[in-house]
Every structure is written in structure tokens, then in C-alpha cells.
């Protein structure tokens, strides 16, 4: 048996490159902890007649606290050593005052992914090396800025996260409440879907002022509510011992206490939003359905109409995304998406983006990149929220279901909704939505064309059956062999 001779691969060679450069002349890192900050700048960059305090240490690096003073002497400290740009490691949120006092001072900040900056294979791990490493990468461009939104868009979300912390918390206190109302066998929670309603507001607060008859109890029910008041009150037998009632007092004051707070925070938010451009050229918002109902915890003035002039586009358009949900994406994204140049940028940010792992030509592993960002957050909820959804990304959700299961699904949906969040923000224009019966026609149109095309190329032909008398067309053709 003659062996095969094997052909020569072509290696495709790119011309050589220029040699490594400094692109940050005047660059410092700094890696940043909870107590103390160790600074590196460049190699002969401090002043001659510098002695440094820490005399372990050489010139060129310096550690400082982390109180405010220290931060303003480090920021003196680096425009005296003529810096222009600083890479900080991200580290939980010990490095954001430090930004903070550095921007005011005219530096250029670049944040850097703690991935970005790993220690080299053999490198010792010392702090002091750390700076002067994450400063040599930065020297030389080889770090990637992190996402960060304007000064005005970090306000607006530190009061949305402010926000979704107190909702929270005041939904704890509702656990709290169901809890003393079952160990006094009160089954309040069997007859009402909410008990934080208005008529299970009405029938807690009766309770913890004294009242222990069920007819009176029941009374409390409103006309809307579809429990029947014969119902309610069969519910509201229960023991009423003292020490649980004492606790649904407490939790109940804890309860509407958040809610007070809640209402401060939105009225904080409101004005936080006054204070931006209005970008919206004079758009009108769509009219809303009149069955929508007011989700619970919503704010307390019309979000979509400030967010339209903030965006200028109003994002509750898309599939999946309301009120709430755009409102996270606003005050975390901001109006302002060029620091991502495509979509695909856009959505391998939020970890939406299949990650290929292949070698020798095969595909090993596929998975997403992992994501902690509350707008990724965002965007997997919206995809989930279309799992029954009579639209084309409803239609989707439950296709890619149905092949891969429904994390997956999620994954994808979302991603489309990021894409279109993407385009829509940055473009400006019109979204109209997609009805379920268009997508299944096109994906049927494009599924045909794809048979065909593979039939043809193995020497078949498609051809569609003929529908029988007043029976409906199938969509399914037919091979036959040529």
C-alpha cells in the first residue's frame, strides 16, 4: 500500500510589524486597596530633590492612604511627576473615590479589568510590582478602558441602585408579614394574591389596631377584589397570640417605612432627571393599553416621558423591555453608546455573545462570557419575559427553546433585544415591532430556501405538495428525486 502523500499546508505570514512602542509617555498605575493606594509613574519622572518616605521604596513609587486628603496629595503628587493618564484596577468600589478626586484634577483615568492586569507566568505578586506592572502595560496601550458612563449618568444610577436596594428590602418585610400572619393560622395569603394590596393593607392594619372579628375583618374587601367576603372571613380565623401579633406591628411599621423612603428616592430621581438635555426633538409617546395595570413598587411619576427625553427614543417600544427595565438601562448605559463601535461590541459586554472554544478545527466548548452588569441583568430578564410573548421575539424564544432548552433561549433573546436597544439608541429611529405571523412566514421562506439549495447540491428536487379539496396547504414540501 502506497502511503498518501500528505499536502503541504499554506501558512499564511503577515508582514512584520512595528516593534513595541510606548504610547503613554507620562502614564502612572496605581493598584488600589481599602487602606492604601501603591502608586508607580515612570522611571525618572519625579522631581531630583524627591526623598521618597517609605525609604524601601524606590522614587519612582509611592503608597498613600485612602482618606481624602491622601487622595488629593496623590493627585498633586502625579500632575507634579507630570502624569497625563492613570490605569486603576478595578477592585470592588475602593478605586471610585480615587477616580472621583483624579478626574477633578484634569487626569485621565483608564479603569482596567482585573483580567487584564493578572501578574505574567513566574512574575512574583507583590503590590508594590503590581502598580509597576499595570503601569508598563498601560505605557504601552496593552490595557482596555472599562465601560464607565458621564458624571451625570453615575448620579442617576447610584439613585437606581439606591432604589432596587429599598424595594428589596421592603419585600423582605413582606416575607416577614406572611409569616406572622400564618403562625397565627391566619390564611390571608390563601384568598388574596397580595397582601400588601389595598384590601390586605386594610386587613393588617385592622388587625394591629385590635380588631379580631372575621366579618369586620372582611369587610375591609374592596369591590375590585375576586375573593367574596364570606370567603375572606373564613380566612381570618386565627389565634391572634400576642407575640406574633407584635411582630406583624413591627414588620408592618418597617414596611410602610421603606415605602416612605422609596417615595424620597423618587422624587430624587425626578429631579435628577430635570437636570439632563432634552434630546427628543418634540417626539410623542405611543399611547399605552388601557388594560395595563401599575405594577407594585413602580415610580411615582411618568418614567416613560423623562427617559424619552433622556434617550430621546422611548425603549419601552421593544419587546420585553418596560418601564422599570429601560429605566435600569438608562441610568446604567446612559444616551451615550460610542464607546462600543458595533452592536457585536455592544452585546460581548454583557456576556451575550457566544465564546467558541475550538482547537484542531473543532469546536470544544461554547459557552458566554460571564457577566455580572445589571444591564445584562436587565436584558436576560426582558428575554425570559417573552417566553409567552404573540410577537417575533416570543416566536423565537420558544423556537430556540424547543432545540437548545430555555437558558439558552434566554441567552439568544436577550441578545436580539440588546441589539435592537443598540441600533435604536444610537440610530434614532422608528421601531415598529415584528408580529409573530411575519417571523414564521420568513423563517418558513428562508427554511425552504435552505432545503432547496442542500437538495440541490445532492441531486434532488423540492417540489410542494398539491393541498386536496378544502384541505389547508401544509408547509412542509416534499423531495423528490430528479
Not at 226 to 238: H, V
Not at 290 to 306: L, N, T
Not at 458 to 480: D, R
Amino acid at each position: 500500500m502506497v502511503a498518501r502523500k500528505k499536502k503541504s499546508a499554506k501558512v499564511k505570514v503577515s508582514p512584520l510589524s512595528d516593534p513595541l512602542k510606548q504610547i503613554h509617555l507620562h502614564a502612572a498605575g496605581i493598584d488600589a486597596h481599602s487602606r492604601e493606594h501603591f502608586v508607580a509613574v515612570p522611571v525618572g519622572s519625579a522631581p531630583k530633590d524627591f526623598v521618597n518616605p517609605d525609604a524601601n521604596l524606590p522614587p519612582h513609587i509611592r503608597i498613600f492612604g485612602t482618606n481624602t486628603g491622601d487622595l488629593e496629595a496623590c493627585a498633586a503628587w502625579l500632575q507634579l511627576c507630570q502624569v497625563e493618564t492613570v490605569a486603576v484596577e478595578s477592585t470592588g468600589v475602593y478605586h471610585l473615590a480615587l477616580v472621583e478626586v483624579l478626574e477633578s484634577h484634569g487626569i485621565t483615568v483608564l479603569i482596567a479589568d482585573s483580567r487584564q492586569t493578572k501578574s505574567a507566568p513566574g512574575r512574583p505578586k507583590t503590590d508594590v510590582l503590581d502598580c509597576q506592572w499595570i503601569q508598563r502595560l498601560h505605557s504601552y496601550g496593552l490595557l482596555r478602558a472599562s465601560f464607565q458612563p458621564g458624571p451625570e449618568i453615575r448620579k442617576l444610577r447610584a439613585y437606581e441602585r439606591q432604589r432596587e436596594m429599598l424595594v428589596s428590602y421592603a419585600a423582605m418585610h413582606i416575607q416577614h408579614m406572611q409569616k406572622a400572619l400564618e403562625l397565627m393560622n391566619c390564611k390571608l395569603m390563601n384568598v388574596l394574591t397580595d397582601i400588601v394590596g389595598v384590601t390586605g393593607m386594610l386587613i393588617i392594619k385592622a388587625i394591629v389596631r385590635g380588631v379580631r372579628d372575621p366579618k369586620r375583618l372582611a369587610a375591609y374587601r374592596h369591590p375590585n377584589c375576586k375573593a367574596e367576603e364570606a370567603e375572606i372571613a373564613a380566612a381570618l380565623q386565627g389565634t391572634w397570640k400576642e407575640e406574633y401579633v407584635f411582630e406583624l406591628r413591627q414588620t408592618l411599621k418597617l414596611y410602610e417605612e421603606y415605602q416612605r423612603r422609596l417615595q424620597d428616592c423618587d422624587e430624587q430621581i425626578e429631579a435628577c432627571l430635570k437636570q439632563f438635555q432634552d434630546v427628543s426633538k418634540g417626539q410623542k409617546l405611543a399611547a399605552k393599553k388601557s388594560s395595563a395595570k401599575r405594577k407594585k413598587h413602580s415610580m411615582s411619576f411618568d418614567v416613560r416621558g423623562w427617559l424619552l427625553k433622556l434617550l430621546g427614543v422611548d425603549a419601552t417600544l421593544l419587546e420585553g423591555i418596560d418601564e422599570a427595565t429601560a429605566f435600569v438601562l438608562a441610568s446604567e448605559l446612559g444616551p451615550d453608546l460610542s464607546a462600543f463601535a458595533t452592536e457585536r461590541h455592544f452585546t460581548s459586554w454583557l456576556g451575550l455573545s457566544p465564546n467558541h472554544r475550538g482547537s484542531g478545527g473543532r469546536v470544544r466548548r461554547r459557552s458566554v462570557k460571564a457577566s455580572a452588569t445589571r444591564a445584562a441583568r436587565a436584558f436576560r430578564m426582558a428575554g425570559a419575559g417573552c417566553h409567552h410573548a404573540k410577537n417575533a421575539l416570543g416566536a423565537f424564544y420558544r423556537r430556540i427553546a424547543a432545540r437548545s432548552g430555555g437558558a439558552k433561549a434566554v441567552v439568544a433573546t436577550a441578545r436580539k433585544i440588546a441589539e435592537r436597544f443598540y441600533r435604536l439608541v444610537t440610530k434614532k429611529g422608528d421601531y415598529v415591532r415584528q408580529a409573530e405571523d411575519h417571523y414564521e412566514e420568513a423563517y418558513r421562506l428562508k427554511l425552504t430556501k435552505s432545503l432547496q439549495r442542500r437538495a440541490e447540491e445532492l441531486g434532488y428536487e423540492l417540489t410542494p405538495i398539491k393541498p386536496a379539496a378544502n384541505v389547508a396547504p401544509t408547509a412542509t414540501p416534499t423531495a423528490t428525486l430528479s
